[in-house]
């Protein structure tokens, strides 16, 4: 147990259940995160990962010795608050209190700013002048925003990357499946929903067009802070099987059908969401004006 919440979002293990309390005090712990497999950011140094690549990109690169013995780097401690976000162990609305992160990572507070502005400008965390930085929580507006741009990118993305299809691209997407597939047997729900956003993001890496990688990066993470605010409590942002057809169609170079079961998915996301009937933010204001 810790009286951090912070803390504990930040040392979570990879797979603990949504209410453990368990966390590791020490920040040594906090820095024992689960690498990640997603695409390195455009313009960004490659993120590190302290623990064993996942094998879709064990390829790409590996962790260096001399790399783990260092302090945080500002890629380190933003893919590190990035998927606690993305595995929603820090939820919508928690306050990144600088303080506080600049202790758990050992850095200065002036790191830690750089590294919540860069989060702030992909939509990540909300600043508010005076008061400091929050995990962000888009409202319905921005959700259906964000599915709208969701239905113009993807199926674009699709076509450039059945284009640009290789044997090697098509074996990462099943190689991220298979990632999938093992997620939901163990019913790591956490692992699930992190892996179905990245699923996305990297089919927009492998398209190859950095600037459409880019925005679906930030559309995947978006989504994920609303599957948080606005799921219904039984599903599970992307279905179990949809992954694995569309990449069969990718396969078979099938563009049109690949197209029509994107568009078909993410229907059935957004579908799942309560963005219509459901007001999760209360405004005061509105109720009070009269
Ligand atoms: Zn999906």
Not at 45 to 50: C, N
Not at 143 to 164: K, Q, S, T
């Amino acid at each position: 147990m810790t009286d951090d919440p912070l803390r504990a979002a930040l040392a979570a293990e990879p797979g603990e259940g949504e209410d453990s309390e368990e966390a590791v005090p020490t920040i040594a712990a906090a820095l024992a995160l689960p690498g990640c497999a997603r695409p390195a950011r455009h313009g960004a140094e490659a993120p590190a990962t302290l623990n064993p690549p996942m094998p879709t990109r064990t390829a790409r690169r590996g962790p260096s010795t001399a790399r783990l013995q260092r302090e945080n780097t500002h890629d380190e401690i933003y893919e590190k608050i990035y998927v606690a976000i993305l595995e929603h162990r820090l939820h919508p609305g928690t306050k990144l209190v600088e303080e506080r992160l600049a202790e758990i990572f050992g850095v200065s507070r002036a790191r830690i700013r750089e590294v919540l502005a860069r989060l702030a400008h992909e939509q990540v965390v909300d600043i508010v002048p005076q008061r400091g930085a929050y995990v962000a929580k888009p409202t319905i507006e921005q959700a259906l925003d964000v599915f709208e741009a969701r239905r113009l990118i993807e199926p674009a993305v699709l076509r450039r990357l059945i284009e640009n299809l290789t044997p090697e691209k098509l074996a990462r997407l099943r190689a991220h499946a298979e990632l999938e597939v093992d997620a939901r047997r163990r019913d790591d729900k956490r692992a699930v929903i992190r892996l179905s956003g990245e699923f996305h993001s990297l089919a927009a890496e492998l398209a190859g067009n950095t600037a459409l990688a880019r925005s679906m990066r930030e559309l995947s993470v978006l989504t994920c802070l609303m599957i948080f605010l606005y799921d219904a409590p039984t599903s599970t942002s992307c279905r179990a099987d949809e992954h694995a057809q569309i990449i069969d169609a990718i396969g078979k170079r099938d563009a049109p059908r690949a197209e029509r079961l994107m568009l078909e998915h993410l229907e059935h996301i957004e579908s799942s969401m309560k963005l219509e009937t459901t007001a999760v933010e209360v405004d005061l204001e509105a109720i009070f004006r009269g």
